[in-house]
C-alpha cells in the first residue's frame, strides 16, 4: 500500500469516525437535552465535510503520481 493509497484510507477512516461521533452526539442530546450535545454534533459534521472536500482535492492534486 502506498502512502498516497494509506492517506486516502485515513481520511475515510476519519470521515466515518467523524460522523459517527456526530450521530451519537445528536443521539445524547435527545435523550438529555443539554445544548452542549448539539453543538458537537454539529462540528462533527463540519469535520466531516471539511475531510472529505480535502480528501477530493488530495485525490486531484496527487492523481497524477504513481499509486
Do not use: D, E
Not at 442530546?29 to 475531510?51: E, F, K, W
Amino acid at each position: 500500500m502506498s502512502l498516497r493509497a494509506f492517506h486516502l484510507f485515513f481520511i475515510g477512516i476519519s470521515v466515518v469516525l467523524a460522523a459517527f461521533f456526530a450521530a451519537w452526539a445528536a443521539a445524547q442530546y435527545s435523550a438529555g437535552n443539554q445544548p452542549i450535545y448539539i453543538v458537537v454534533a454539529v462540528l462533527s459534521l463540519c469535520s466531516a465535510a471539511a475531510l472529505a472536500v480535502y480528501a477530493a482535492k488530495f485525490q486531484r492534486k496527487t492523481k497524477g503520481l504513481t499509486s
